[in-house]
Structures are given as structure tokens and as C-alpha cells.
Antibody
């Protein structure tokens, strides 16, 4: 059974940094593009970043470029999101998701809540 | 990348059909066949219900169907059931490996 489990969320002050992790199981992790999607409280879904099978191709939403890094370690079945210079508007639940089809994600983690506040 | 446009709300009675629209541009919805739809219950992760405009993942009831005409994609839920009450989001490829989501539609089963 496919599982995606995020960790690393929490409360961080404005300007601070945070690293989210997502551990995958139940499938061959290195066969798939992976994506981070976030959802601010009471708001819709927003794609944050995607990374290809081997980590050589990465895409970031324009509003976050320069402040985030996406990476993966296929030997550990793990996906990461490094976020720097965090702002209040980055407060959201961050989901990792598996891209099984072109521009469609068939498995999602339970989400990690990131709260940016002083 | 601008968000796709969805109606904030939709409703229907049990057994009826309801259609949710998702309007974009020729640079996203109208330009590609890579449109997906997600169902989300409060406090839960999204669930894929349609991909590639009209394909259903295994396990999704055939009451869910998708279509596209021009710059507008649509999700139709037929034979509404109470468990269909949820938020629904569309997503489209927008070129250069970017994807854009819609703002979401809250479906109420009356």
C-alpha cells in the first residue's frame, strides 16, 4: 500500500527557515515525479514545487522562487522542501504528492502544518 | 500563473446531477488535455477523481465524469450521494512543466 508521510512542520518566526520531509513507501519512489502542494487556512490548493525522478529537473511557483529548494534522496525514499525567509503568508498545510499521470497526483500525504508567526 | 476560475459553490439534491466548471485560457485548459479534478473533505488530503480530462482512477465511482470544451473543463457528479459533499478542485497543465489549480468549489448535497 502506498504511503506518504510528511514531517518537519511547526511554528517558525518570520524570516526563519524550515525543512519538510516526506517519506514514501509501498511503491518504487525513484520511478515518479514528486510534488509539494500547500493549502493556506480556508484557502485553495497551490502548487509549490516539483522534482523529477532523479532530481535533475525542478519547478517552483514563481512567488516562491529564491526562497525554497526541493530535493530528494531516492536511497531513502524521501522528498524534502527547504523553505527560507518565511513569511506569514507561507502559513499553510504542506502536502507531498506522487505524480502518477501528467499533471495529476494520485497519492497524497496527510499534510504538515507550517505556521509562520512571531 | 493565474488560478483557474471555479464557482465558489454548487448544490444538488440526492440522486440529481451537478456540474462544476473550471475556466482557464488557451495557455492552460484550452491548450492541453492534462486536466485533473480532486475531491477534498474538511481536514483531509485531496483525492484524485479525474485525470487527463475524463479518465477515472481505479476505485472512483463512474458517477464522476469529466469533459472539456474550449477553455472550460467540467466535472459532473451524477446520482448525487450525501458523501459527495466536499470541496472540489480542478488543475491544469500550463506549459513548461507548470500546473495551476482552480480556486475550489464547495459542493452541497441538499
Amino acid at each position: 500500500e502506498v504511503h506518504l508521510v510528511e514531517s518537519g512542520g511547526g511554528l517558525v518566526q518570520p524570516g526563519g527557515s524550515l525543512r519538510l520531509s516526506c517519506v514514501a513507501s509501498g511503491f518504487t519512489f525513484s520511478d515518479y515525479w514528486m510534488t509539494w502542494v500547500r493549502q493556506a487556512p480556508g484557502k485553495g490548493l497551490e502548487l509549490v514545487a516539483s522534482i523529477n525522478h532523479v532530481g535533475s529537473e525542478k519547478q517552483f511557483v514563481d512567488s516562491l522562487k529564491g526562497r525554497i529548494t526541493i530535493s530528494r534522496d531516492n536511497s531513502k525514499n524521501s522528498l524534502y522542501l527547504q523553505m527560507n525567509n518565511l513569511r506569514a503568508e507561507d502559513t499553510a498545510v504542506y502536502y507531498c504528492a506522487r505524480a502518477a499521470y501528467h499533471s495529476a497526483w494520485d497519492y497524497w500525504g496527510q499534510g504538515a502544518l507550517v505556521t509562520v508567526s512571531s | 500563473q493565474s488560478a483557474l476560475t471555479q464557482p465558489p459553490s454548487a448544490s444538488g439534491s440526492p440522486g440529481q446531477s451537478v456540474t462544476i466548471s473550471c475556466t482557464g485560457t488557451s495557455s492552460d485548459v484550452g491548450g492541453y488535455s492534462h486536466v485533473s479534478w480532486y475531491q477534498q473533505y474538511p481536514g483531509k488530503a485531496p483525492k484524485l477523481v479525474i485525470y487527463e480530462v475524463s479518465e477515472r482512477p481505479s476505485g472512483v465511482p463512474d458517477r464522476f465524469s469529466g469533459s472539456k470544451s474550449g477553455n472550460t473543463a467540467s466535472l459532473t457528479v451524477s446520482g448525487l450521494q450525501t458523501e459527495d459533499e466536499a470541496d472540489y478542485y480542478c488543475c491544469s497543465y500550463a506549459g513548461s512543466r507548470y500546473q495551476v489549480f482552480g480556486g475550489g468549489t464547495k459542493l452541497t448535497v441538499l
